[in-house]
């Protein structure tokens, strides 16, 4: 066998084994496993390993300190044919033990043995203490050029490349939790700068819940599990977060965001995200401006709905990770734009009348244009998620010159903690020689020894200056890109634990948000609010959060209070009278649908050329179509992805109707839940569930042929976004259409205004 392309020798025994490769697995749907079909047999001929995914990236093979290596990024993973030991030793057999005979007793000098458990009983690291949940990506950012009046930054340059490392991740879950719980999310950029990387550490939302990094440990003792029972896990709907958050009422501005859809995201492909803090930057000429970062999505902002968060959580605890690998490996790369709002650097550090140093306060894009400076596109998944998902560390402290910090009294915290965690996490402090945290600039540091370091260190004086070592290294200036500390002042002022006034008003913010939301938008929000503090076990706590809705919108307050049950209390602060930011709401755009699942229902008895037609349709136009037929394997020629046993509503963007399947012999409630109302339908009562769901969801729906017949048995034949065309072409025309706008709004007609 030839060993250089172990993929295409695996294809081959596939091939030999069961006769052929079905020609109709091409065009592939994503998320196979490996890079090859795996045969029947055990493969016994040795073989190099099989390479990656084709759309599996790894770390550059860079030094320790940061020197290409020109290696391929596989030379980071398992080498050669054979089994080996940790040295390289080649092993004859790994399922025995090394015994004094077949009855033992096991013999302490079997070495393979003892490396082998020893190795496995280290293998867990501590996870994050908080942003455990996370899924990372490989990708490229190519700057517009716009930035560079106001910034040094050399991969701000117009036209330059700069390859990058995106995690996403949920807050408060631990590392196996579900990916849709309501949360906040963080989007972490590493950019691999040539003049040392520069972190972006933001979240999917624009503020913070607290102003000052010394309550941080606060908010999150408050929203982990409660530390007797450790439940409820990754969610917020809980007495400690409520308290908290009432009773520090900063924290109801981040709190709003929160409990809009902006908490449960679509996918991490639509959210926006935000460096939240105001950084200063610094052009050639040592100019300096104050900006915030964003992050656009090329998708728009959508989120999934209530219900189908919770659905997911049950069904597909992976589920956003799932379709980030998916999107990516289907070729659909998910994009953003990076922009900057741009505000002159006054002693005040205020911009119209708002504070730039409050982490609770945005300024509106009406009044701030988002600029754009480059574009992300993620083009890679990972080879190995704890070598690069779990192991990436980021740091605030990581800037290039030409980005400075300020004083964001929650920022300054941030510089502190990031490495300092990262200590603990990653076992010592040489974590930045991990490959994915190489940086792609030269490393020429006074840092020694300490554990697990990779560097070989030569010379003799690593302290400055030094004659022993030829005065090596040296300090760089302006000409060297030099790192840039803007000399800003710093106020004469007395030591005091203490905000500034500025920083007290914790409301008219969150009305501004409240009074943005389109209507369906405040019914979710209500919804939240009643959810969240209908779980809280104290009345107390309930009348607390009650206040304070009181404080941002009585219509808001009213209507959660008649949820709970409780009066709803006058405000004790004067209405702010703010001008709304249609910016923030995520409804009434139109968007590409790339990457976006669309669910094909067959009827083998049904019109099985026109599903492979509209199946290639919907490849054609950048998107994945999943088969759900009666069973699984093959209907016909064509390859079923979901059964109506194992198919579920939530996985789908839309849904198309290619027949009207009789219930399957599987529809019997004893076996599926789902089968609930076996007998009582021409249709298999699963594919009306789809359907039912799909509909609720707001999502679009299309039948053609016979498929218009589920629609009248699940009553929706007729309704907005519901479509019965005479062609699958037509269908698909029709539920793309409907798919720009996210989903089919107006569905459900809002009760508030
Ligand atoms: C604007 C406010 C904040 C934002 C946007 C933010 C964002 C993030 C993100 C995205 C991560 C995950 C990084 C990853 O993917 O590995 C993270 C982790 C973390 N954050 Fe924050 N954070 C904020 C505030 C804070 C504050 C105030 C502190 C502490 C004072 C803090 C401490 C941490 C720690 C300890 C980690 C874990 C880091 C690790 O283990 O590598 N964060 N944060």
Not at 257 to 271: A, E, F, L
Request: charged share 20%; glycine share 10%.
């Amino acid at each position: 066998m030839d060993s250089s392309k172990p993929a295409e020798a695996v294809k081959n025994a596939v091939k030999t084994a069961s006769g052929k490769i079905a020609d109709a697995l091409t065009p592939e749907v994503p998320g196979a496993p490996g890079s090859a079909p795996p045969t029947v047999e055990e493969p016994t001929t040795p073989h190099d390993p099989l390479p990656p995914k084709p759309e599996q990236g790894a770390p550059q093979t860079r030094t320790p300190t940061g020197a290409e290596t020109g290696a391929p990024a596989t030379a980071n993973g398992q080498q050669g044919a054979y089994l080996t030991t940790a040295q390289g030793a080649r092993l004859r057999d790994t399922d025995h033990s090394l015994k004094a005979g077949p009855r033992g007793p096991v013999l302490l000098q079997d070495h393979h043995l003892r490396e082998k458990i020893t190795h496995f009983d280290h293998e867990r690291i501590p996870e994050r203490v908080v942003h455990a949940r996370g899924a990372g990506a490989h990708g490229v950012f190519t700057a517009y050029g716009t930035a560079e009046a106001v910034t040094r930054a050399g991969f701000l340059m117009k036209g330059r490349e700069t390859e990058v490392f995106v995690r996403f991740s949920t807050v408060l879950g631990s590392r196996g939790s579900a990916d849709t719980v309501r949360d906040t999310r963080g989007f972490a950029t590493k950019f691999y700068t040539d003049e040392g990387t520069f972190d972006l550490v933001g979240n999917n939302m624009p503020v913070f819940f607290i102003q000052d990094a010394i309550k941080f440990p606060d908010i999150i003792h408050a929203g982990k599990p409660h530390p007797d029972r450790e439940i409820p896990q990754a969610q917020s709907a809980h007495d400690t977060f409520w308290d908290f958050v009432s009773l520090h009422t900063e924290a109801q501005h981040h709190t709003i965001w929160n409990m809009s859809d902006r908490g449960i995201p679509r996918s991490y492909r639509t959210m926006e995200g935000f460096g939240v803090h105001t950084f200063r930057l610094v052009n050639e000429a040592g100019e300096t401006v104050l900006a915030k970062f964003h992050w656009k999505p090329k998708l728009g902002v959508h989120s999934l709905t209530w219900e189908e968060a919770q659905l997911l959580g049950g069904m597909d605890p992976d589920f956003h990770r799932r379709d980030l690998y998916d999107a990516i490996e289907a070729g659909a790369y998910p994009e953003w734009e990076l922009g900057i709002q741009v505000f002159p650097d006054t002693p005040e550090e205020t911009f119209a009348g708002i504070d730039l140093l409050d982490p609770t306060k945005i300024v509106p894009e009406e009044l701030a244009e988002v600029q754009p400076i480059g574009r992300l596109v993620l083009n890679r998944t990972p080879t190995n998620f704890f070598a690069e998902t779990e192991q990436v560390a980021f740091h605030l402290g990581h800037l290039p010159p030409g980005i400075d910090v300020t004083n964001d009294p929650l920022l300054q915290g941030r510089l502190f903690s990031y490495v300092d965690t990262q200590l603990t996490r990653l076992g010592g402090p040489n974590f930045s020689q991990i490959p994915i945290n190489r940086p792609h600039a030269a490393v020429n540091d006074m840092l020694r020894d300490g554990f697990h370091q990779h560097a070989v260190h030569a010379g003799v004086a690593p302290y400055r200056p030094n004659s022993l070592d030829g005065g090596n290294p040296f300090p760089a200036g302006d000409a060297e890109h030099a790192f840039v500390d803007v000399p800003v002042g710093v106020a004469q002022a007395p030591k005091v634990r203490a905000n500034p006034t500025s920083f007290d008003d914790h409301y008219s913010q969150v009305r501004l948000f409240w009074l943005s939301m389109s209507p369906v938008e405040k019914e979710h929000i209500i919804r939240a609010y009643t959810f969240e503090l209908g779980k809280c076990y104290h009345q107390a706590i309930k009348e607390r959060q009650l206040q304070s809705l009181a404080n941002i919108d009585p219509v808001l307050c009213e209507q959660v209070a008649t949820g709970l049950g409780l009066p709803a209390p006058q405000p004790t602060v004067p209405l702010a009278d703010v001008t709304p930011s249609p910016a923030l709401s995520q409804v009434g755009g139109e968007w590409p649908s790339d990457g976006r699942t669309v669910g094909i229902v067959v009827d083998p008895d049904g019109d099985l050329d026109g599903v492979d037609e509209v199946r290639r349709a919907v490849f054609e136009a950048g998107m994945v179509p999943l088969l759900i037929a009666p069973h699984g394997g093959m209907v016909a020629d064509l390859p079923v992805q979901r059964t109506f046993a194992t198919g579920r509503s939530v996985e789908f963007d839309a849904v198309l109707l290619a027949g009207a399947p009789a219930p399957a012999p599987d529809a019997v409630p004893a076996r599926d839940d789902k089968a609930g109302r076996a007998g009582a339908a021409a249709v298999d009562p699963r594919v009306l569930l789809l359907v039912e769901e799909c509909w609720r969801h707001a999502k679009a729906i299309g039948a053609w042929g016979a498929g218009g017949t589920v629609l009248e048995q699940a009553g929706v034949a007729g309704t907005p976004g519901v479509v019965t065309a005479s062609s699958g072409a037509e269908a698909l025309t029709a539920v793309q259409q409907l798919m720009a706008a996210h989903r089919v709004w107006e569905r459900f007609p809002a009760s508030v205004a």
